[in-house]
């Protein structure tokens, strides 16, 4: 028989250990993804469109741009940066107040769900500014490819949007930085 003292189950909730990944992971594995929306969309609009006359050269357009949609998510889901799932409920005005709070004070929350939940919720938000400056950068290369003023309104709106992601995610940037920060220091 076995004697060998056998250490206790891990007590530990999956949040205690779940990795927040840092700034510069989150970036890095929006890259794939991004690229397919800075290169293919102007490459698709190039290939779909005839620029002398603006006709379409091919009705099967939505085929198109449904199969560039797909190839966006499934590169995303795939190379996106490991970060906390089966997440306990934690409320949205607690998340917002541990992003807030680690941008002016530099700490995060003791609490694992908390900061677990604000980790997961900052990681989407840099993807989501990541993507939304890849999205406005081949809008703004499409609008060059195809000068017509929809095309430039087109640029305009996506560049609104992307500075209001820039704007979102400006928090969770900071949050992401001193949670490792705060891990260095321990």
Known sequence: MDERPRSAPDESSSVDTAPVPTVGQVVVGTV??????????????????????????????????????????????????????????????????????????????????VRAAAGATACQRVEAAAYAVAATT??????????QPAWTVFAVVAGILAAIHIFRARHPWAYLRAVHHDDHAN
């Open 32 to 113: 794939p993804a991004a690229a397919v929306l800075v290169l293919a969309m102007p490459v698709a609009l190039w290939w779909l469109l005839d620029t002398s006359s603006g006709e379409l050269r091919t009705p099967w357009w939505p085929a198109l741009l449904l199969g560039l949609l797909a190839l966006f998510h499934l590169l995303a889901r795939l190379a996106r940066a490991p970060r906390p799932t089966d997440l306990p409920p934690v409320s949205a005005q607690r998340v917002r107040y541990a992003l807030v709070s680690a941008a002016r004070t530099g700490a995060v929350p003791p609490e694992p769900p």
């Open 138 to 147: 081949g809008v703004l290369v499409a609008s060059l490819l195809v000068p």
